[in-house]
């Protein structure tokens, strides 16, 4: 891969700014409640604006990596601080970009504890962010532990229904898949003789196939507790429901895409005949990831709960896509990542709000929200047509790819898939319906609706789902310029 | 001089509290105050005398950058462990010159064994700093619990002191020298019959006993809770890292004698981090938790000494150093909250986010370095321990490290559970400017060398290619 330096870093900015906030953060009290919102405000809109900036200034005709900085780290060990951007990162950059600064807006009413939650979010984000752009796996890993982490605390304080055993859960699971990561990263450091971390490095070398087999168990295992791959997605929905809306927004639209991600930059870019060998079983968990999420978040009556089975089931597609292995299939997985995070986010946005209001997600209980909050209610059910795959809109385009290749590479699971997803939708729309075109609960009557401030969030992220739906050729078009040459490498 | 500097230093410094010590009126806070700003100063001295490098009394004692760095590092322990001392509330008014004194004297002993290259030098060195360590635990006033500890820890020292003395004899005798660069000439020798072997690994015991490795960890908990919190905090940072170096001396013996001998420190790496992490889970005390998660951070230690290699005893010096500052930071804060010097229950951390934020945040910071989460010192050297394992070839130990990475993580997490989520009524903890800045200090370590441990670990090659 061609590799272009950057001249000014913007990369870095882009990491450091949450950071710097942070540590403003940390010498403010707790009473200047209006200062503190800001600086993160301002610190997530840092990296908003770069993150931007770095999607649209990417030359798609260069290709190859872009904005590279590159700082020998611990010549010992061969570590290099080593970031970069190309199709592929570039619009889960963005997507980060877009969750953390709507998320901090969407925090904008928080009342406990707001200095430490802005301090947790941030070091969150941070992580994110990290592992998106790092293409040295020492660093790579490190953000990883630093975007799973924080949530922890996350959810323990300013959590909702369970949020102690939910915390424990989550943290546990993720660190077991940490568990499984270390060995996988460290097999492929040692035994390429290198003593490199650098990834792309370490793609030249041609590994030993029964090395490539084990590591990319090992990897996609460890990485799939994240991207909540069937059968280790149990944390999941109980971590959403538990977590509080901008850290559930935050973990379902990006965290969980650090996982898939990762498989698709670490596990298979290392190690391609590992993933020849394990591409059917890959396809398996995520065909009944698919399937098994949507039937089980069709039972759910907590709205939470419904939309963190379909997110089990969203991520089975980005899964089926990359075990696809395919241009379409790995160009509308990475698509998908992009859409379903910024999906989700609109999804416990809207959620959040009601869930302040009335104090209960409850499908039977809201009754005919629409009646009440208007605008509230249109934010979910425009991110529950989106969920449902209605054309327009970005996800439409993301999952006509990966299930077209789907089809092509395994008949019977894209058809599963395609059939399942088809109810889903069809039940999607009854559970709109219950919740918002049912006879108003009076006990909410006297709530007010969302406010223009309140909605920008909201906003923002719909205008992002249409755009994208509208003008899909602008995503694919960019993600390609590294698919292409990822599938030519492999 | 120069070359004798730090323990000459130290020697003069234990003279002076021993003056202290024979006043029939204690004077407690100017006794501190000097104590306090001598340490200190000794901190100064040790590094002054950081790139020494020569020979003492007939090539017994070896002054190195090895040994220099870890000098540093106990005069830094001492140093710390007596700016959390100002009031020591379990210990009485007219003890607490000795106190001081025997620490000075542990610190002392501590000093000679990282620099002792003869085996009769590192015996003598190391019993000057078990015996001091033998009458600070008991010194507690307390309603028993302290002269149980004390006990077990003197019987405990001794039988591994006894195990030692019955290697030593043993490599004495195959090799017919007390030098250690003469033995490990005659080592190749050896290669063929189990005397060197056996030999080393019990040669060894006195240290695997210092650093609570499995066999020799059955004092630990009850130590850490029956010993001051202070005394305590010296046991678990300044003596863990000083065995770390002596294992590391003794272990480079041990490169000719290959596979066999590295079998045996795997073993006891695995069970040592297994077990230390497996019962550590259901603790309600602080202090023994901490003591399960020594002996856990023992196994990990072996971890980088498995290999016998460059890079793995580099690792392992690292995670030595770091180990001080997080282990010590969590016993800061323990230190501080129960600062009538009663025993913590890990519930009794409630509300500490509201008590005292600054006291929580170093809490958090030391709890998930010693977890292992990133950006701190504990994460990036426990990554470098693992790291070195599987470049020697060790994937089962990495992958067991891993999932025991991850079991600790609960324990740890039901800490940092009760500090940021419980709530409690008790008024807000007032700290001292000093404390203060101690804290910011501390912070600002485990997070700066975490994220950029270029220089560090580059001292540390340049250290260990002394010793191997």
């Avoid at chain 1, 969750?99 to 504890?113: A, C, D």
């Avoid at chain 1, 241009?327 to 999804?347: K, R, W, Y």
């Avoid at chain 2, 542990?106 to 003598?124: A, N, P, Q, R």
């Avoid at chain 2, 938790?289 to 230690?301: D, E, F, K, Q, R």
Wanted: glycine share 10%; charged share 10%.
């Amino acid at each position: 891969m061609t590799e272009h330096l950057a001249s000014f870093p913007v990369l870095s900015c882009m990491l450091l700014a949450p950071v710097v906030g942070l540590l403003i953060l940390l010498f403010l009290k707790e009473e200047q409640g209006y200062l503190i919102r800001m600086v993160s405000l301002v610190a997530a809109g840092i990296s908003f604006f770069l993150s931007i900036y770095t999607f649209v200034a990417y030359d798609k005709n260069l290709g190859g990596l872009q904005f590279v900085e590159k700082i020998p780290w611990v010549k010992a060990f061969g570590i290099t601080y080593f970031v970069g951007v190309e199709g592929m990162n570039a619009p889960l950059l963005l997507l980060t970009g877009i969750v953390i600064f709507t998320g901090v807006l969407t925090m904008w009413e928080l009342k406990t504890r707001v200095r430490e939650y802005f301090i947790f979010q941030l070091a969150l984000v941070t992580g994110v962010f990290g592992v998106f752009m790092s293409y040295d796996m020492f660093f790579f890993f490190l953000f990883y532990e630093i975007a799973v982490v924080p949530m922890y605390i996350l959810i323990l304080i300013w959590g909702s229904t369970r949020k102690i055993y939910a915390a424990m859960k989550l943290t546990l699971y993720l660190m077991a898949g940490s568990g499984l990561i270390i060995p996988g990263i460290l097999m492929l450091y040692s035994s390429s003789g290198l003593y490199t971390f650098n990834m792309l490095a370490l793609h030249g070398v041609a590994f030993a196939p029964w090395i490539q087999k084990v590591a990319f168990v090992f990897l996609l295992l460890g990485f799939g507790v994240l991207a909540a791959v069937w059968p280790f997605h149990t944390w999941s929905p109980v971590g959403h429901v538990a977590a509080p809306t901008a850290v559930s927004m935050l973990h379902a639209g990006v965290l969980m895409k650090l996982g898939s991600f990762a498989i698709l930059r670490v596990a298979m870019y290392l190690c391609p005949q590992g993933f020849q060998y394990w591409a059917q079983f890959m396809g398996l968990l995520a065909g009944a990831g698919i399937v098994y999420g949507v039937f089980v978040g069709l039972a759910q009556t907590d709205l939470k709960y419904v939309i963190g089975y379909s997110s089990v089931s969203h991520m089975g597609i980005v899964g089926l896509g990359l075990a696809t292995g395919t241009i379409d299939g790995l160009n509308g997985a990475v698509f998908q990542m992009f859409a379903h995070g910024v999906m989700t986010a609109l999804f416990f946005s809207a959620v959040g709000y009601i869930y302040d209001r009335t104090h209960t997600r409850n499908i039977l209980e809201l009754g005919g929200m629409s009646k009440i909050m208007p605008v509230a209610s249109a934010f979910f059910i425009t991110a529950a047509l989106c969920g449902a795959g209605v054309p327009g809109m970005a996800s439409f385009w993301a999952e006509l790819m990966v299930l077209v290749s789907a089809v092509k590479v395994f008949p019977i699971r894209g058809i599963l898939a395609i059939a399942s997803l088809v109810i889903g939708a069809l039940f999607a729309l009854r559970v709109v319906q219950k919740t918002f075109f049912n006879d108003p609960n009076p006990k909410f009557a006297h709530f007010e609706d969302v406010s223009p401030f309140l909605g920008l969030p909201r906003m923002i992220l719909i205008g992002f789902m249409i755009f994208f739906g509208l003008f899909p050729q602008v995503m694919v078009g960019l993600i390609k310029t590294s698919i292409v040459p990822f599938i030519q490498g492999m | 001089m120069m070359l004798f500097g730090p323990e000459l230093y130290y020697l003069g410094l234990a003279f002076i509290i021993f003056l202290m010590t024979l006043r029939r009126t204690p004077r407690v806070e100017r006794d501190y105050n000097l104590t306090a700003v001598l340490a200190g100063v000794g901190v100064l001295v040790s590094l002054l005398c950081l790139c020494q490098n020569g020979e003492l009394f007939y090539k017994a004692y070896r002054v190195d950058l090895f040994s220099q760095i870890f000098k540093a590092a106990l005069a830094l322990g001492l140093f710390l462990v007596i700016m959390i001392s100002r009031n020591i509330a379990h210990i009485e008014e007219r003890f607490r010159a000795e106190f001081y004194l025997f620490l000075t004297t542990c610190t002392l002993g501590m000093m000679m064994l990282t620099s002792s290259v003869e085996l009769l030098t590192i015996y003598v060195s190391l019993e000057l700093s078990s015996y001091s360590l033998y009458i600070l635990v008991p010194l507690r006033r307390g309603d028993g619990i302290d002269v149980e500890a004390g006990i077990k820890y003197l019987f405990i020292g001794a039988v591994s002191s006894g195990f030692m003395l019955f290697g030593l004899s043993y490599i004495f005798g195959a090799a017919h020298s007390t030098y250690l660069a003469d033995i490990m000439k005659a080592m190749p020798q050896m290669l063929h019959s189990p005397i060197g072997l056996v030999g080393l690994i019990l040669a060894m015991a006195g240290f695997f006993f210092k650093l609570s490795v499995f066999p020799f960890h059955f004092w630990a908990p009850d130590v850490y809770q029956g010993g001051a919190n202070q005394v305590v905090a010296f046991i678990a940072t300044a003596s863990k890292a000083v065995a770390v170096a002596l294992i590391l001396r003794l272990a480079a013996l041990g490169v000719g004698l290959g596979y066999n001998f590295a079998q045996v420190l795997m073993v006891l790496s695995i069970i040592s981090m297994t077990l230390g992490n497996l019962v550590a889970i259901i603790q309600r005390d602080f202090k023994r938790m901490l003591a399960y998660s020594s002996i856990a951070h023992a196994g990990y230690v072996l971890m980088g000494i498995v290999g016998l290699q460059e890079a793995g005893f580099a690792s392992a010096v690292y995670y030595a150093l770091a180990y001080l500052i997080m282990n010590f930071t969590v016993f800061m804060v323990l230190s501080e909250v129960a600062s009538d010097g009663r025993d913590l229950k890990i519930a009794e951390l409630a509300g500490l986010w509201r008590r005292s934020p600054l006291l929580s945040m170093s809490l958090i910071l030391g709890i998930f370095a010693l977890a292992g989460v990133p950006p701190s010192i504990g994460f990036t050297g426990k990554l470098f321990l693992f790291t070195s394992a599987m470049n020697s070839g060790y994937f089962w130990l990495v992958l067991i490290g891993a999932v025991n990475g991850t079991l600790s993580l609960y324990y740890y997490l039901k800490v940092v559970y009760a500090a940021y989520f419980m709530e409690s009524d008790l008024p807000p903890i007032q700290l001292s400017l000093s404390t203060r800045l101690l804290n910011y200090a501390l912070c600002a370590v485990i997070l700066v060398f975490g994220v950029a441990p270029n220089s560090i670990i580059e001292l540390a090659r340049a250290a260990v290619k002394t010793v191997i």
